[in-house]
């Protein structure tokens, strides 16, 4: 039997898409507001009718997005210091690729400063917070586990240590989407994930740690946007490879 060109097959929407949806209506109505808890997961199952498999899930991509923050012990709540549209627009971008460079490019309008103003402004707290975040990237490479939330910790430390809260509250909007060498990113490939790639990721943090801890606010802003600028590229290099092979496979297609 033919299949008619003009029939179209519309993909059924997961169950915790659905569920994601639907918080991020209450979010946006402020009917959940800024700290305030979300109902416990059993609420949510028989609010929503599925299951506690599909509740983690979306809380997990929620999560993801910046929009809640699970607190150890005490449930899962909606994160204080973020603004809820952004952070739904952010949800939102999907998995195209051309948002990844639309997010370095914002990045580095927002962390080639922070750097500089960390470095000037971080006290011994702020700054062991960032050392950490650094070691603690190096123990995930070193262990062959996604490094992505210890980057991002890395950054959001920094940013931290410019004691502007607008810094930190940018990179929030953003959240795990500001990484794109963490596995769970839309724009992850083997590539950012091998040993080699994250190790040059890694030295080009250590530039910018050393900058910050001697105080050198102009080699921090270097060295954050020479880091920046180099995922940039590194990000353009992998479209351009995956847009030739698209189409050499096109034509390979057309040939048989």
């Not at 639907?22 to 028989?46: W, Y």
């Not at 400063?113 to 006290?123: F, K, Q, Y």
């Amino acid at each position: 039997m033919s299949v008619s060109p003009d029939l179209k097959v519309e993909r059924k929407p997961k169950l915790s898409e659905s569920v994601i949806t639907a918080i991020r209506k209450q979010l946006l109505a402020g009917e959940i507001l800024p700290g305030q808890k979300l109902p416990t997961e059993g609420q949510l199952t028989e609010t929503f009718g599925v299951s506690r498999t599909v509740i983690r899930e979306a809380l997990a991509k929620l999560a993801a997005d910046g929009l809640v923050e699970p607190r150890q012990g005490a449930g899962v709540f909606v994160t204080e210091h973020i603004s809820t549209m952004f952070g739904a627009l952010a949800a939102d971008m999907g998995a195209k690729d051309s948002i990844a460079l639309h997010v370095l490019e914002v990045r580095l309008a927002i962390e080639i400063e922070s750097a500089g103003l960390a470095a000037i402004r971080r006290n011994a707290a702020q700054e062991a917070a960032i050392q950490e975040a650094f070691f603690e990237f190096e123990r995930m490479l070193l262990a062959s586990q996604p490094t992505g939330p210890a980057d991002l910790a890395f950054h959001r430390a920094i940013a931290s240590a410019t004691n502007n809260p607008f810094y930190v509250e940018m990179l929030d909007v953003l959240g795990r989407r500001a990484i794109p060498c963490d596995v769970t990113s839309p724009w992850s490939t083997e590539l950012v994930q091998s040993d080699s790639y994250q190790r040059g990721l890694q030295r080009e943090h250590l530039v910018i740690l050393n900058a910050i801890t001697a105080g050198h606010a102009e080699a921090a802003r270097e060295a954050m946007r020479t880091h920046l600028g180099a995922s940039q590229q590194r990000y353009r290099e992998r479209l351009q490879a995956r847009q030739a092979f698209y189409a050499s496979s096109v034509k390979a297609a057309a040939g048989e």
